[in-house]
């Protein structure tokens, strides 16, 4: 019996790499561009780092934690998200001694123990930014605008919507005239929704039951019940997209699966993935850094893209957007003498930067230039014993097939100079 992968686990196999490999440089360049510098942080936390952060009655710390007790008997657990360890460096390392303000990135795998489905993994990869240290308006929107600006340059559509969730000055109160709507309909929600109105009242707003959604039009709203200093931050926010010219639309019951946020919330979603609407989300958590023993009135904020989601999406509504894996040149050696000759210079050309390709294994003129189209070669040098003799090598164009005599009496270095000049030239 073969030994297959974990379900929910995916291998990312060569031919998808590429397409992974630009949505991350394209998200490193912007990243960079916005003053954010990279940190990466384990992948094995305490347990109770992730249980103290995005909550105990939250789904993820309830029942997707992948928590196990290490050899000395210490409960860990494999990050299901990045904030929470990004965080504890951040207090650990005391970066805000080193700069008020910071703006940091981290790229990688994530594990939560959900039922696997198009778009939804076991393992999987996000992209997450968080700002420590500052509160403005103006830094909201310009996150969100950074996270737009990611999906604009893939060539990506998606949508906005936005929300607050109130801070401890204002959520209390909202909380218990919800949960007061929701004891009035007991009878009418289900059985989850029951039991999540006295545990995390707001997550009931987030149910997939078109039954308990009816009954949560009528629901009381955040947004009217924001304290003024929430409301005018809500209100600044909105004007700072508008400034931006970033189209979004609020979304009052928009509630997020963990439990530090407060303030301003956001999702990018889109409908082109099923079940699976969100390819980024994020908001504000001014008190999390207290709430994991950092110091007091520290304000942060973030959001996370999920690769996978990207990923798909591309192959969905731009497809052509990755270039093509190409060689630059193959050389076809063709006997024992030409392969001695073509060996180094291989490698004295890949020295200089080209990608080359070479077989080592004295195959046939056929089967090189098979490997040659595999390759996607621009250009073939063809060496034999003929060329040998003749002292000329050929140099063929894949593309136009045009051919033409190249000189092997100079040296090497000048050889190298003529090919490089010819790839430059194609690539133009
Ligand atoms: P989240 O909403 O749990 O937020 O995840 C962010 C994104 O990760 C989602 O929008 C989705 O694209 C992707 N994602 C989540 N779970 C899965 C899964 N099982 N399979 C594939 N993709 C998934 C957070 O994780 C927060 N830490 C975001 C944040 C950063 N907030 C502030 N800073």
Known sequence: MTIQALKGFKDILPDEVRVWQHVEATARDIFQRFGFTEIRVPILEKTELFARSIGEATDIVEKEMYSFPDRNGDSVTMRPEGTASVLRAFIEHGLQAKLPVQRLYTIGPMFRHE????????????MSVEVLGLDHPRLDAELIAMGWLILEELGLTTSLQINSLGCPACRPAYKDGLVAFLAARKEHICEDCQRRSQTNPLRVLDCKSSHCQEQYTAAPAIIDHLCPGCAEHFRKTKESLDLLAVPYAVNPFMVRGLDYYTRTTF????????AQSAVGAGGRYDGLVEQLGGAKNMPGIGFAMGMERLVLLLSQQNAGACPEAATDLFVAALGEEAAVQTFPLVHLLRRKGLQVAMDLEGKSLKSQMKQADRAKARFVLILGEEEL????????????????????????????AMLITAVAQRKQ
């Open 267 to 274: 999702e990018l979603i889109t409908d082109a993935l099923g």
């Open 115 to 126: 039922r696997p489905q198009k778009g939804r993994l076991r393992q999987f990869h996000q």
């Open 389 to 416: 003799a003749k002292g000329e090598a050929v140099l063929r164009d894949m593309d136009s097939k045009e051919q033409q005599q190249v000189e092997l009496a100079g040296s090497q270095e000048a050889l190298c």
